[in-house]
């Protein structure tokens, strides 16, 4: 389950706006604000619509691993190319990009 500061970070990342994430959600631009500024916390299905409607958009939300909880960018095809190329390291990349 994401927080409202990473909703509020993947939002930023991925240059949605809270109307057309609660379009894509399914949830109410006043939910979405009340829960980035911590003031309520949406039902488990709410949260979990916004979670994947922003990672659909391109976030991937990292969880607690000792560094603590975050969001990035997933890469793009050509990026994520573009990385293998530089890097020479041959891994597996396809996790990262973008369908």
């Known amino acids: 389950m994401i927080t409202g500061s990473q909703c509020r970070a993947a939002r930023a990342l991925t240059d949605l706006s809270r109307e057309r994430?609660?379009?894509?959600?399914a949830v109410s631009v006043e939910a979405i604000l009340r829960f980035?500024?911590?003031l309520d916390k949406p039902?488990?299905?709410e949260v979990f619509a916004l979670q994947s409607?922003?990672?659909r958009g391109?976030?991937?939300?990292?969880?607690?691993?000792?560094g603590g909880?975050?969001?990035r960018l997933k890469f793009s095809k050509s990026v994520a190319k573009?990385?293998?190329i530089l890097?020479?390291?041959?891994g597996i990349v396809a996790p990262d990009r973008v369908p």
């Open 21 to 25: 994430l609660s379009i894509s959600a």
């Open 36 to 38: 980035e500024r911590k």
């Open 43 to 45: 039902n488990h299905d």
């Open 53 to 55: 409607a922003l990672e």
């Open 58 to 66: 391109g976030a991937v939300f990292i969880p607690d691993n000792g």
């Open 69 to 71: 909880i975050g969001v």
């Open 82 to 84: 573009r990385i293998d």
């Open 87 to 90: 890097e020479n390291e041959g």
